[in-house]
């Protein structure tokens, strides 16, 4: 079974790699019972968002 | 040859890309965004990002399409950016930057001993993101959070997230592995979702 910090190292690496079967299995097990991690992973996808909104923002 | 601005509907080798007012717009206001950050000098980054795309006009009809010609562009930015900031001594060699970064303490204050979030620092849900984006003070904790990581977690996250950087052109470009690389992004989002759930979404913000 994932910790949350193995959790979350597994959310972060999936935005710069496909995940192995295993590792999305285990990732989804550990989410499922974990609300923690899944705030971590929306708000992962929310800071890649705005990283591009800012980038682009004209000022 | 067309003036920039002139139609370019065919555009599909870099000149005409780099004559493409909105490509070029979106272009120079990223670097400029990249450059300021890390080197903390509005007017030193102004003068890189100058340099790194009169480069690139030098050389625009060697490179076949956008990504190509942004990889290429960031790539001799970063570089005028070393240069700049060796100068200053503020960088004395971009190897020794993975040093003091790989003692990093942001691991054992978010995580217990057996790798569980402590209690005071779980992430919380922070509802819809539009509404942050809607508000200009969002984006001035935003560019505090990002200016906060430390350089070396800043310099790929940047590259990563918003030039758009794959990872082997990261790793390539800042010669460091890929462990290494998917080690200092986990950190750096690590921190800056900490950063902005402390300023921004949680107790302590406004």
Redesign the interface.
Same mark, same amino acid.
């Given at each position: 079974m994932l910790?949350?910090?193995?959790a979350? *190292?597994l959310v972060?690496?999936g935005?710069? *790699?496909p995940l192995t079967l295993k590792e999305r299995g285990l990732l989804r097990m550990h989410l499922l019972i974990c609300k923690?991690?899944g705030?971590?992973e @929306?708000?992962?996808d929310?800071?890649?968002?705005?990283? @591009?909104?800012?980038? @682009? *923002?004209?000022d | 040859m067309r003036l920039p601005g002139t139609d370019n509907s065919e555009a599909v080798n870099s000149e005409a890309t780099l004559a493409d007012p909105v490509f070029l717009g979106e272009l120079r206001s990223q670097m400029l965004k990249f450059a300021t950050l890390q080197m903390g000098d509005a007017h030193a980054a102004e003068d890189a990002v100058q340099e790194a795309l009169i480069g690139a006009l030098k050389n625009a009809n060697s490179f076949g399409g956008r990504a190509a010609l942004k990889t290429w562009v960031f790539a001799i930015l970063k570089n005028k950016i070393a240069d700049a900031l060796r100068q200053k001594q503020r960088l004395v060699n971009a190897s020794t930057l993975l040093g003091p970064e790989d003692e990093d303490e942001i691991l054992p204050t978010l995580f217990d001993r057996v790798g569980h979030w402590n209690p005071e620092e779980a992430p919380t849900g922070w509802g819809n993101p539009e509404a942050a984006f809607r508000e200009g003070q969002f984006w001035v904790v935003f560019e505090a959070c990002l200016s906060g990581l430390p350089a070396q977690q800043g310099r790929v996250f940047m590259m990563r997230e918003f030039v758009e950087l794959d990872t082997g052109e990261i790793c390539a470009t800042v010669g460091i592995s890929v462990s290494n690389l998917h080690v200092l992004l986990h950190r750096a989002r690590l921190r800056l979702r900490d950063c902005l759930e402390t300023n921004w979404y949680g107790k302590g913000a406004r």
């Open positions: 910790n949350c910090q193995a979350t *190292r972060s690496e935005r710069e *790699r923690a991690c705030n971590f @929306k708000q992962v929310v800071i890649g968002l705005a990283a @591009k909104r800012y980038a @682009k *923002r004209k | -």
